[in-house]
């Protein structure tokens, strides 16, 4: 298949912080990687994260890396801590013949057909100058979708797996957790705005929502647009978009993973410049 097909994470390493970013604590100092390593990110922030708090980030970085992004980093062979004990075969759903029952059957994850989901937002209310009627949480409507091979043709692929099986019919599946994806671009977005602005640069939204994994307010601070945008040469795409943001007193930085993949873009205010 299409190993190592994905452009590299460009190396950077920040000046070390020498104190937790989210809690405060000068103790068992962990470095932070801005983007999670098994995604490919190398963009690493020294001396930033406590051990309690990286067991906090770890968490719901850990759930999204192996229910979200599980099948695509076997498919694209990203980097993984724990790489001789990633499976070699995944359950895909398979009719043996028009006439009976899904069942599950082990594939070889080389050629395993599966679904990458993205959740659609609207801007953030912090950003936008509206306020969010109705759910305010992490729950999302919409969902950008795609087949992993897509640039090569899914409906091909999945017409040569359901062949190569000597099936009736094969049905690609994809697990998605929006509250930790939402945790996640919230600790994507607010240790970057540290590395690059550092610690006294601005009064953050984001650490209680991240500490407590809480979610609920998430319309306030995360959102995106729903439009599609070009595929990037970049494997991720993260920076300052101030000209987005109707206050300028507000620090609001654009994530876009996996950018190579024509993925979604999100929009994340960090906090209240000093």
Same mark, same amino acid.
């Given at each position: 298949?299409?190993?190592?097909?994905?452009?590299?994470?460009?190396?950077?390493?920040?000046?070390?912080?020498?104190?937790?970013?989210?809690?405060?604590?000068?103790?068992?100092?962990?470095?932070?990687?801005?983007?999670?390593?098994?995604?490919?990110?190398?963009?690493?922030?020294?001396?930033?994260?406590?051990?309690?708090?990286?067991?906090?980030?770890?968490?719901?970085?850990?759930?999204?890396l192996?229910?979200?992004?599980?099948?695509?980093?076997?498919?694209?062979?990203?980097?993984?801590?724990?790489?001789?004990?990633?499976?070699?075969?995944?359950?895909?759903? =398979?009719?043996?013949?028009?006439?009976?029952?899904?069942?599950?059957?082990?594939?070889?994850?080389?050629?395993?057909?599966?679904?990458?989901?993205?959740?659609?937002?609207?801007?953030?209310?912090?950003?936008?100058?509206?306020?969010? =009627?109705?759910?305010?949480?992490?729950?999302?409507?919409?969902?950008?979708?795609?087949?992993?091979? $897509?640039?090569h043709? $899914?409906?091909?692929?999945?017409?040569?797996?359901?062949?190569?099986?000597?099936?009736?019919?094969?049905?690609?599946?994809?697990?998605?957790?929006?509250?930790?994806?939402?945790?996640?671009?919230?600790?994507?977005?607010?240790?970057?705005?540290?590395?690059?602005?550092?610690?006294?640069? $601005?009064?953050?939204?984001?650490?209680?929502?991240?500490?407590?994994?809480?979610?609920?307010?998430r319309?306030q601070?995360?959102?995106?647009?729903?439009?599609?945008?070009?595929?990037?040469?970049?494997?991720?795409?993260?920076?300052f978009?101030?000209?987005?943001?109707?206050?300028?007193d =507000?620090?609001?930085?654009?994530v876009?993973?996996?950018?190579?993949?024509?993925?979604?873009?999100?929009?994340?205010?960090?906090?209240?410049?000093?």
């Open positions: 298949m299409f190993k190592n097909s994905l452009p590299l994470h460009a190396n950077k390493k920040y000046k070390p912080v020498g104190i937790c970013i989210y809690c405060g604590s000068k103790e068992n100092l962990g470095d932070e990687h801005i983007v999670p390593l098994g995604l490919g990110g190398r963009w690493i922030l020294p001396d930033s994260s406590c051990a309690e708090c990286a067991a906090i980030t770890a968490q719901f970085e850990g759930v999204c192996r229910t979200m992004f599980g099948p695509l980093r076997l498919y694209y062979d990203l980097p993984s801590r724990r790489r001789k004990s990633r499976p070699k075969t995944l359950p895909l759903k =398979i009719k043996k013949a028009p006439n009976l029952d899904w069942e599950n059957l082990e594939v070889d994850q080389n050629i395993y057909p599966f679904l990458v989901l993205f959740p659609y937002y609207l801007m953030p209310d912090e950003l936008s100058g509206f306020t969010t =009627i109705g759910r305010r949480d992490s729950a999302a409507k919409h969902f950008w979708i795609r087949g992993a091979s $897509f640039r043709g $899914f409906n091909a692929h999945m017409e040569q797996v359901t062949q190569e099986l000597g099936v009736a019919e094969i049905q690609p599946t994809a697990n998605f957790s929006t509250p930790e994806f939402c945790l996640m671009l919230a600790k994507i977005a607010h240790s970057y705005s540290i590395a690059e602005m550092g610690t006294d640069s $601005f009064s953050p939204f984001l650490t209680s929502m991240i500490l407590n994994t809480d979610t609920s307010n319309a601070y995360i959102g995106g647009i729903r439009s599609s945008e070009p595929r990037s040469t970049n494997l991720h795409e993260i920076s978009n101030s000209h987005t943001c109707i206050r300028p =507000i620090v609001a930085v654009r876009r993973l996996l950018a190579t993949l024509e993925t979604p873009t999100y929009f994340i205010a960090v906090g209240r410049r000093r």
